[in-house]
């Protein structure tokens, strides 16, 4: 069978044993824990450092409540920014590129933060449909505009990773294809293209960072308006 | 596209469930994280004693 661009997306087997498990677990297992002592080693400390940085960072705009989510969030952050980077290493699989694991993870999390905000703030989470100072008479039409835009954040959440990253994969295959091509041909040519994938490389690295800090930061916001 | 074959859907959100919860979380919570260093100087200096060992 002919392989197209968007095969390398198929979630993959080998054998007929689905290999989502080790692509999903391998992530995970590249964070080490720490041992029993006072200090670790140099990975750990870097580690634990990291961790420090991104809890400081997401749970300063959130009132006391919210830090009950600092786990939460801290490890989401991680499992993405650690599944993001190894995605990039040649002919690996980045299971974020799944709709089906991005929208696992965003639809249950918002709906808590929707449901939190619901259960202890009614009144205020319903609040945030209507902002201060619209004239009376777009009163229904803003309702209805914020109602389309709260219900619309998981889908955007999940679909806003996938998309970044399958687009970004997408075109680092393309960009490749065509230097591979080009080169017997037109090796001049077929080494610019090469430049414009080295460039495009830095920058996937940089949007699978961003993807990642986005996505929590979201989920962080939307924490905030409802605790 | 085949992010869209519905197959594997189940499986990947089940185990992205049991690698976020049951993997990353415990692991992140076993970090113990040390205070801060304490910036004290010291006033006098130790004087040196002999241990008795007779």
């Known amino acids: 069978m002919n392989l197209s661009f968007?095969?390398?997306f198929s979630s993959p087997y080998l054998l007929g044993i689905p290999l989502i498990?080790?692509?999903?677990l391998l992530p995970a297992l590249l964070l080490p824990s720490p041992g029993h002592r006072w200090i670790n080693n140099r990975l750990s400390t870097i580690q634990l450092w990291l961790t420090h940085l991104i809890t400081k960072q997401l749970m300063t705009p959130l009132n006391k409540a919210g830090h009950k989510w600092a786990l939460l969030l801290t490890s989401l952050i991680l499992l993405l920014l650690s599944i993001n980077l190894l995605g990039l290493l040649p002919y690996?699989?980045?299971?974020t590129t799944q709709l089906s694991m991005n929208m696992a993870l965003a639809l249950p999390l918002w709906l808590a933060t929707l449901l939190t905000g619901l259960r202890n703030q009614p009144s205020a989470s319903l609040g945030?449909?209507?902002p201060e100072g619209t004239p009376t008479l777009l009163i229904p039409a803003l309702i209805l505009i914020e109602t389309t835009s709260l219900l619309i954040r998981p889908l955007a959440l999940?679909?806003?990773l996938t998309a970044n990253l399958t687009a970004g994969h997408l075109l680092i295959q393309l960009i490749s294809t065509a230097t591979i091509t080009l080169l017997p041909m037109m090796p001049s040519i077929s080494t610019l293209t090469a430049l414009i994938l080295f460039l495009l490389t830095i920058l996937e690295v940089a949007v699978a960072m961003i993807q990642a800090y986005v996505f929590v930061l979201l989920l962080s916001l939307y924490l905030q308006e409802n605790i | 596209m085949p992010q869209l074959n519905p197959n594997p859907w189940f499986?990947?959100?089940l185990l992205t469930w049991f690698t976020f919860s049951l993997l990353i979380q415990?692991?992140?919570?076993?970090f113990t994280s040390a205070n801060n260093p304490v910036n004290k100087t010291m006033t006098t200096k130790p004087i040196p004693w002999t241990w008795p060992w007779t």
């Open chain 1, 128 to 130: 945030h449909l209507l």
């Open chain 1, 158 to 160: 999940g679909v806003r």
């Open chain 1, 21 to 24: 498990l080790p692509s999903l």
């Open chain 2, 26 to 30: 415990p692991k992140l919570l076993s």
């Open chain 1, 6 to 8: 968007f095969d390398q």
């Open chain 2, 11 to 13: 499986s990947i959100m």
């Open chain 1, 92 to 95: 690996t699989f980045t299971p």
